[in-house]
């Protein structure tokens, strides 16, 4: 499974307008919607699991990343999305720090084994201190494709 695979590039959000956790959430199932990740009706329904899902445990694992996830009905195909804030968001995170680069991962309920592999592909990249670094640079659409190409390329290698 690669990056680009399940990740919708013009979702991508090279800069945030929400500046709190939930406004995040919702700025970013609303850009999946858009694109035609998420049927317009479900979206709301979408959003909500997504919160409810980030009230039980936090999704902020430090280091500047959150990696806000949920399996949903309404969700047929898997979609992903990366969005940045560079003012930071409060996720509460592991290490208390603010949030600059947010992840959202949907996927079907239907679909619990490839949920796991992308939420582990995603990991290990967000592992990796380069890739965080480049990532909260990334101002561009375009520059969060070529790091996911990019990342899809190292792990093959």
């Not at 947010?102 to 592992?127: C, G, K, T, W, Y």
Request: charged share 30%; net charge negative; aromatic share 6%.
């Amino acid at each position: 499974m690669k990056l680009i695979d399940f990740f919708v590039i013009d979702a991508c959000i090279p800069e945030l307008t929400a500046t709190d956790r939930n406004g995040v959430i919702r700025e970013m199932v609303d850009k999946l919607s858009e694109c035609g990740a998420i049927d317009e009706a479900e979206k709301e329904a979408v959003a909500r699991a997504c919160i409810a899902r980030e009230n039980h445990g936090s999704t902020g694992f430090g280091k500047g990343v959150a990696v806000p996830h949920v399996k949903h009905p309404a969700i047929k195909k898997m979609a992903a999305a990366i969005a940045r804030s560079t003012v930071g968001v409060d996720f509460a995170a592991l290490d208390r720090a603010p949030v600059y680069t947010i992840v959202l991962l949907l996927s079907s309920d239907s679909e619990p084994d490839n949920h796991l592999a992308a939420m582990e592909r995603i990991f290990r990249h967000l592992q990796r201190d380069n890739f965080r670094r480049f990532l909260r640079q990334a101002d561009t659409t375009e520059a969060m494709r070529d790091l996911i190409i990019e990342a899809d390329e190292m792990q093959e290698s």
